[in-house]
């Protein structure tokens, strides 16, 4: 009968040492909390930066700051896909493609299926003037979705580019 009390005892502490401790549950929740709103901040940003450009004015430095909050985010929790997508974003409307191709490298790293990356390296690779290895991507990416019809678009721009109307025409139907 003792070993049987012994043996529930031990399953009891087990089962205490096993059960979630708030303060960490408390840290993790606070950690996500902390990404996510820094996202929001450089989602605010983007959206100013935006909005300043439509209308013709100086919009450099809300889209610095939507840099710098997206950089934050990703520092905070590095698999966080959308500030990928975001910082891509905002560095190509800075004309910032080199950084925007480091950046989409090292979201693909982590998510290498991921369409929506794979188009926009394809894109900034070509506006860093890689046509070649931009019409690759693209071209992985509209094989994976083939009724994607910006990525086709783009594709028949290139193809008619280098000189290749017939490859430009399939691309379009």
């Keep these: 009968m003792k070993k049987i009390i012994t043996t529930v005892s031990r399953l009891a502490w087990i089962a205490v040492l096993l059960q979630p401790n708030p303060a960490w549950s408390q840290e993790r929740h606070q950690a996500v909390e902390k990404h996510v709103e820094i996202f929001g ?45 975001r910082l891509s974003r905002v560095y190509g409307v800075q004309r910032k493609h080199a950084q925007a191709v480091a950046l989409l490298k090292l979201g693909l790293s982590k998510y290498p ?11 900034h690779l070509l506006l860093s003037g890689y046509t070649d290895q931009g019409v690759a991507v693209l071209e992985d990416v509209v094989k994976a979705q083939p009724k994607n019809t910006v990525v086709h678009r783009v594709l028949a721009t290139e193809y008619l580019r280098a000189g290749q109307p017939a490859k430009a025409a399939t691309a379009l139907s």
């Design 41 to 85: 901040k450089g989602q605010q940003a983007e959206v100013e930066g935006d909005g300043l450009a439509e209308l013709g004015k100086p919009a450099q430095a809300a889209y610095e700051r939507a840099i710098r909050y997206y950089q934050e985010t990703l520092a905070a929790k590095a698999e966080f896909l959308p500030a990928y997508t």
């Design 113 to 123: 299926n991921n369409l929506e990356l794979k188009q926009q390296l394809g894109t």
